[in-house]
């Protein structure tokens, strides 16, 4: 550890070089775009899964949501001279196929078939938008305002998303 680490460390601050930042942000933009790309293959699958009309009309409205911010993160990945990479795609698509695993679980009744999908998307879509968040944090420090729009224009709509399942699982709770 050089001193200047070791001082930056001491005061609570941490520099990242513009390759460790790049990097650090590339593989986390990298995850991210291989849940969306697992979600969006996914979605519709669970969209023709689901009984209350509502939810179906969600899951489909989110899927072309999906459809955006994988272009736009597409469009991020060209701004930054990069391409996307299969070798870091465990961590959060293991995650949603857990989601979907549980949500199969349910089919016999749909009722908790609904609900299920319903606290995972909102669970998925909370993972969404902490990510995006973060992102939007790093991009900051790579000084592109597009990156930046790009990123909050995701996270608008993963939002958006989030209140619309909270919504409808409140109206579904009443029911």
């Known amino acids: 550890m050089t001193n ?9 601050l941490i520099k990242l070089g513009p390759e460790k930042l790049k990097t650090y942000f590339l593989s986390h933009l990298n995850k991210i775009y291989c849940a ?10 669970i969209g023709m899964q689901s009984h209350f009309i509502d939810l ?16 736009r993160m597409e469009e991020i990945f060209t701004l930054l001279d990069a391409e996307t990479s299969s070798q870091s795609c465990v961590g959060i698509p ?23 999908i319903l606290f995972y998307m909102q669970n998925i879509e909370s993972l969404e938008m902490a990510s995006f968040q973060v992102l939007r944090i790093a991009a900051v420090k790579l000084k592109n305002k597009q990156i930046k729009q790009l990123l ?15 919504l409808i ?3 579904y709770m009443t029911c």
Request: proline share 3%.
């Open 56 to 71: 179906k009309h969600a899951i489909f409205e989110t899927a072309q949501d999906v459809d955006n911010q994988i272009a």
């Open 152 to 166: 909050l224009e995701n996270f608008d709509e993963s939002k958006a998303d989030r209140a619309l399942f909270l």
């Open 36 to 45: 969306k790309s697992l979600l969006a293959s996914r979605l519709p699958e």
């Open 94 to 116: 293991g995650l949603l196929e857990e989601a979907f695993e549980a949500i199969h679980g349910q089919r016999g009744d749909p009722v908790l078939s609904d609900l299920s």
């Open 169 to 171: 699982t409140a109206k």
């Open 4 to 12: 200047n680490e070791r001082n930056a460390r001491q005061t609570g």
